[in-house]
C-alpha cells in the first residue's frame, strides 16, 4: 500500500482521483466465503484493533479470523474515517490463508460525500468484491422504507441513488447498503439479506465486531 496521506487536503484528492476506479458490476452468484471488517477503538487515545472474521456463506460458521492492532495516525475527521483504520485492516487481511469471495465493511461504499468511503478503499486496495452495510446514516436522504424484513428504500444524494435503505428485521431500524467495489446494489441488498438470518447487522459484521473489541482489550 503507498504511503497515505496525512492531510484531510491530501485525503480528499486521493479519494476523488480513486473513485473513478470503482467498478459497479455484479457481486459473485455463489459466493463461498463472505468475511466482515471491523476496527475497535480504545478510548482516549488513538489505539485501533482490526478484526477481519471469514464466514462459510452457506452455514455462517467461522472458517478464519485475524487480527491486528495499532496506532490510528490520521485525524479524527468525519468521512475519512478510511484513512484512520485502512493500514491495520490491510494488515489484520494479510495474515488470512483464505481468499474471501466478499468483503463486508461496517460502514459506508458510494454512500460518501466524494462516493469513496472505506468499503471503497478497501476493495481497490484488495480488488475483492466489496460492499458496505452500515448502521447509521452519513449522507443523503431516504423515504422510510417499508415494514417488512426485505423492503427498502433508495437512498439518494442531490437526485443520486448512492445506496438503499434496507430491513432486514421486521419493526427494526434499517441499515444502510452500498456499493464498495465489483458489486452493484441488487447484489449487495441480496447478500445483505442472507447474511441476517437473525439479527439486524450481518453475521459477518456480528464476529469481526466482537473479536475486533477482544483484540483491543488483550492489547
Given at each position: 500500500?503507498?504511503?497515505?496521506?496525512?492531510?484531510?487536503?491530501?485525503?480528499?484528492?486521493?479519494?476523488?482521483?480513486?473513485?473513478?476506479?470503482?467498478?459497479?458490476?455484479p457481486?459473485?452468484?455463489n459466493?463461498?466465503?463472505v468475511a466482515?471488517?471491523?476496527?475497535?477503538?480504545?478510548?482516549?487515545?488513538?489505539?485501533?484493533?482490526?478484526?477481519?472474521?471469514v464466514?462459510?456463506?452457506?452455514?455462517?460458521?467461522?472458517?478464519?479470523?485475524?487480527?491486528a492492532?495499532?496506532l490510528?495516525?490520521f485525524?479524527?475527521?468525519p468521512?475519512?474515517?478510511a484513512?484512520?483504520?485502512?493500514?491495520?485492516?490491510?494488515?489484520?487481511?494479510?495474515?488470512?490463508?483464505?481468499?474471501?469471495?466478499v468483503?463486508?465493511?461496517?460502514g459506508q461504499?458510494?454512500?460518501?460525500?466524494?462516493?469513496?468511503?472505506?468499503?471503497?478503499?478497501?476493495?481497490?486496495?484488495t480488488?475483492?468484491?466489496?460492499?458496505?452495510?452500515?448502521?447509521?446514516?452519513?449522507?443523503?436522504e431516504?423515504?422510510?422504507?417499508?415494514?417488512?424484513?426485505?423492503?427498502?428504500s433508495?437512498l439518494?444524494?442531490?437526485g443520486?441513488?448512492?445506496?438503499?435503505?434496507?430491513?432486514?428485521?421486521?419493526?427494526?431500524?434499517?441499515?444502510?447498503v452500498?456499493?464498495g467495489?465489483?458489486f452493484?446494489?441488487?447484489?449487495?441488498?441480496?447478500?445483505?439479506?442472507?447474511?441476517?438470518?437473525?439479527?439486524?447487522?450481518?453475521?459477518?459484521?456480528?464476529?469481526?465486531?466482537?473479536?475486533?473489541?477482544?483484540?483491543?482489550?488483550?492489547?
Amino acid at each position: 500500500m503507498p504511503a497515505l496521506p496525512t492531510t484531510a487536503e491530501e485525503a480528499v484528492a486521493l479519494q476523488r482521483a480513486l473513485r473513478h476506479q470503482v467498478e459497479v458490476s455484479p457481486g459473485p452468484t455463489n459466493p463461498r466465503t463472505v468475511a466482515g471488517l471491523d476496527v475497535a477503538y480504545a478510548d482516549g487515545s488513538d489505539r485501533v484493533a482490526a478484526a477481519v472474521v471469514v464466514l462459510d456463506a452457506g452455514n455462517l460458521l467461522p472458517v478464519q479470523q485475524a487480527t491486528a492492532t495499532g496506532l490510528a495516525t490520521f485525524p479524527y475527521v468525519p468521512g475519512l474515517f478510511a484513512f484512520r483504520e485502512l493500514p491495520t485492516l490491510l494488515e489484520a487481511l494479510a495474515q488470512l490463508t483464505v481468499t474471501p469471495d466478499v468483503l463486508v465493511c461496517d460502514g459506508q461504499g458510494l454512500a460518501h460525500p466524494e462516493r469513496f468511503g472505506l468499503a471503497c478503499h478497501v476493495g481497490l486496495e484488495t480488488g475483492l468484491p466489496t460492499i458496505g452495510v452500515a448502521k447509521t446514516l452519513f449522507i443523503g436522504e431516504y423515504e422510510e422504507p417499508g415494514d417488512q424484513r426485505g423492503d427498502w428504500s433508495p437512498l439518494t444524494d442531490g437526485g443520486e441513488v448512492i445506496g438503499r435503505v434496507l430491513r432486514t428485521r421486521a419493526g427494526v431500524k434499517p441499515v444502510f447498503v452500498s456499493v464498495g467495489h465489483r458489486f452493484d446494489l441488487d447484489s449487495a441488498t441480496e447478500l445483505t439479506l442472507a447474511l441476517t438470518p437473525r439479527y439486524r447487522l450481518p453475521e459477518t459484521t456480528r464476529a469481526a465486531d466482537q473479536l475486533s473489541r477482544l483484540a483491543l482489550r488483550a492489547g
